[in-house]
């Protein structure tokens, strides 16, 4: 006989936490001991080519949040982080934290909040590596074609924010047996 009480084991959301942590840890040590690329190389032409005019590698020191927003606040920014993790804790009944999708997406979102706090408290800035050029432009956004450069936390944060969102639309009284199964 099948239990239908909610699962109380978060296993999924540390592992995919953890992985999401220790790929960004690995990433960042990677880029920060790699002696040709400078701390913000967005200024000098050393960089890795990974895909000609399109994708580099770099080393950008962002002292700010999301296109270098609130830049010297590096502090409040680790503590912003500290209180979102409290307030996941606080309301993981609330948010569904017992359903597994749920699980996988705040285990990315922690995993991103966790990596990019760390590297504010270690080096100051959160370390930036990933650099894309599009054939286009966004006013505002992208008016020289160039994306901001990102990293594996940040890539956590925002596919754990979408797929949140995306899961919040489906109602969780019919999946709810569903997802606790085994």
């Known amino acids: 006989?099948?239990?239908?009480k909610p699962s109380t084991s978060y296993?999924?959301?540390f592992i995919t936490a953890a992985v999401v942590f220790i790929l960004d840890q690995i990433t960042k040590t990677w880029i920060f001991n790699h002696p040709e690329?400078?701390?913000d190389?967005?200024?000098y032409p050393d960089s890795i080519e990974v895909i000609k005019d399109f994708f580099y590698i770099v080393h950008i020191g962002n002292e700010g949040a999301a296109w270098g927003m609130f830049s010297g606040y590096g502090g409040v920014l680790a503590a912003i982080?500290?209180?979102?993790l409290f307030a996941i804790y606080k309301l993981r009944h609330s948010l569904e934290l017992h359903r597994k999708p749920m699980q996988f997406a705040f285990g990315m979102l922690i995993g991103g909040v966790l990596g990019n706090m760390?590297?504010?408290l270690i080096h100051g800035h959160v370390i930036d590596f990933l650099d894309f050029h599009f054939p286009f432009s966004i006013p505002y956004i992208m008016p020289d074609g160039r994306?901001?450069?990102?990293?594996i936390a940040d890539c956590g944060i925002v596919v754990g924010v979408f797929f949140y969102i995306t899961l919040s639309f489906f109602s969780s009284g019919a999946?709810?047996?569903e997802d606790t199964a085994s």
């Open 147 to 151: 994306y901001p450069a990102f990293n």
């Open 11 to 13: 296993k999924r959301l």
């Open 37 to 39: 690329l400078p701390l």
């Open 118 to 120: 760390i590297d504010r």
């Open 41 to 43: 190389s967005y200024f």
């Open 175 to 177: 999946t709810h047996n």
């Open 81 to 84: 982080a500290v209180l979102a």
């Open 1 to 4: 006989m099948e239990s239908t």
